[in-house]
C-alpha cells in the first residue's frame, strides 16, 4: 500500500506563491516518475509537472517558467513550487506515482486525495 498526502494549498492573490508537498509512505526512488496534475472545475484533470527517476522534468506550457517540481529523498517528498499564480491556476491539486519497474510497485500508479489552490482578488 502506498499513500501519497498533499498539503500547502490555500487561497492567493494572484501574483502570490504557494508551495505544495506530496509526502510518500515509502522510498520515493522506488517510483519511477512523480508529478503533479490538477482538476479544475468543469475540466478535465491535466498535468502540470513531472519528475522521472533520473532527474528530468517536463511542465505543461502554460506553468512553465513560474512552477518548479522538485524533490528531497531524505523525506520521501515531492514539490511544486508555484510563483506568480494566476486565476486560471485555480483547481485542486493532486499527487501522482507511479510505480518502478524494477519493484514490486511495477505497473501501478497511486494518486493522493488533493489540496485545494485558489487564485483570487
Known amino acids: 500500500q502506498v499513500d501519497l498526502v498533499e498539503s500547502g494549498g490555500g487561497s492567493v492573490q494572484p501574483g502570490g506563491s504557494l508551495r505544495l508537498s506530496c509526502a510518500a509512505s515509502?522510498?520515493?526512488?522506488?517510483?519511477?516518475?512523480m508529478g503533479w496534475h490538477r482538476q479544475a472545475p468543469g475540466k478535465q484533470r491535466e498535468l502540470v509537472a513531472d519528475?522521472?527517476?533520473?532527474?528530468?522534468?517536463n511542465y505543461a506550457p502554460s506553468v512553465k517558467g513560474r512552477f518548479t517540481i522538485s524533490r528531497d529523498k531524505s523525506k520521501n517528498t515531492l514539490y511544486l513550487q508555484m510563483n506568480g499564480l494566476k486565476p486560471e491556476d485555480t483547481a485542486v491539486y493532486y499527487c501522482?506515482?507511479?510505480?518502478?519497474?524494477?519493484?514490486?510497485?511495477?505497473?501501478?500508479?497511486?494518486w493522493g486525495q488533493g489540496t485545494q489552490v485558489t487564485v483570487s482578488s
Open positions: 501522482n506515482a507511479r510505480g518502478s519497474y524494477y519493484t514490486e510497485l511495477r505497473g501501478r500508479e497511486y
Open positions: 519528475l522521472k527517476d533520473g532527474g528530468s522534468t
Open positions: 515509502r522510498d520515493i526512488f522506488d517510483f519511477s516518475n
